[in-house]
């Protein structure tokens, strides 16, 4: 009880703080957890200060919709966020022939912990007719959406009514690769490989887009040192992240031989909480949505050779120990 309330009283705390600062950012999770999806949402769920999440809307992407609605459902339970609605939506991609990443997130789309059936349901009604309710209804260029599969709901959403685009205030995607090369092919990224038809969509409504790449992500890695001070924060959910995180790391790291695993989704969430500790730059992207080798390739133009007006940020640095010194902060808070 005394727990509760104390933990209760920290994220008052967190509110009360941040309240002193900016109005916190209206927001829409779009999400297909995954394993490192499930640690942003952690680091979502545990700053109401900065974040008011609207809703988490599912995706079919790492493990199929129904899977990764359950997931967003555990993830709420286990962060005591059931305020919050889950709304289940596409449950495959716009044109091509679905694909999965079990073998990176496990056959239950999280790796490291036991999965049970959330206490509570979805919300009533699909992700995709959230959006185009709450977009259209929104206050001019006041939402904000964290992009942290394929960009399928959304681009439903924008087929459905491309009007919606004005009730957006920014949508913040991990996706893409440039200087790194790809992690689903040479040159594609598994989100974009997963549904370049509705990167394109995305990219075409004009709305401001910021993207979180490889390049960036394949920075952000954890170390022993780090899951270590991950661990020292021993509560369920720090030690939930260190787990997932143990078994997730090991597919990466023996892929690229690197020394550490990327947690690339919550990188999307640090960004919004702490954009200081990123850097890039505007420039004109183009995603490959046509059959052959380069097929969910996004060609980034660094140099801006093209003479195209940017379409996007495009995130190319950021502060490895301050997003883990950050996870660190604000796992303290949850249960
Ligand atoms: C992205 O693909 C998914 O497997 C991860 O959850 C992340 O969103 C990394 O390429
Ligand atoms: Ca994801």
Avoid: C
């Avoid at 209206?26 to 979502?44: C, K, Q, R, Y």
């Avoid at 790449?213 to 509560?235: E, F, G, I, M, Y």
């Amino acid at each position: 009880m005394l727990k509760k309330l104390l933990q209760g009283a920290a994220l008052m705390a967190a509110v009360t703080t941040s309240m002193l600062h900016a109005a916190p950012h209206e927001l829409i999770i779009d999400t297909d957890p995954g394993a490192d999806d499930l640690v942003a949402l952690f680091l979502a769920m545990a700053s109401p200060g900065e974040l008011n999440i609207r809703a988490i809307t599912t995706v079919a992407g790492n493990v199929r919709l129904e899977k990764t609605a359950r997931n967003a459902r555990l993830a709420r339970e286990w962060a005591g966020r059931e305020d919050i609605p889950v709304y289940a939506g596409a449950g495959r991609p716009l044109v091509r022939v679905p694909i999965y990443a079990a073998e990176v997130h496990g056959e239950e789309g999280i790796t490291g912990v036991q999965v049970h059936e959330p206490k509570q349901g979805l919300a009533a009604g699909n992700a995709v007719q959230y959006l185009v309710d709450t977009l259209s209804a929104a206050k001019p260029h006041s939402i904000t959406i964290a992009m942290l599969g394929p960009q399928t709901n959304l681009a439903l959403a924008l087929i459905q009514q491309p009007g919606i685009a004005q009730g957006i205030k920014e949508v913040v995607v991990m996706g893409g690769a440039h200087f790194n090369g790809g992690n689903i092919t040479p040159v594609a990224e598994f989100n974009l490989y997963a549904d370049p038809h509705a990167a394109e969509v995305v990219l075409a409504s004009g709305v401001k887009l910021t993207y979180l790449p490889l390049d960036v992500t394949h920075k952000l890695l954890t170390s022993d040192t780090r899951l270590k001070q991950l661990s020292a924060v021993n509560n369920r959910a720090s030690k939930q992240v260190v787990d997932i995180l143990n078994a997730y790391i090991q597919h990466d790291m023996q892929l690229y031989g690197m020394p550490g695993g990327p947690v690339h989704d919550a990188s999307v969430i640090a960004y919004l909480l702490k954009p200081e500790m990123f850097s890039g730059r505007q420039v004109h992207m183009s995603v490959d949505s046509r059959e052959g080798p380069t097929f969910g390739q996004t060609v980034a133009d660094w140099y801006g050779v093209l003479k195209q007006p940017a379409n996007v940020m495009w995130v190319e640095e950021g502060d490895a120990q301050g997003l883990f010194d950050l996870l660190s902060e604000r796992l303290a808070r949850l249960p």
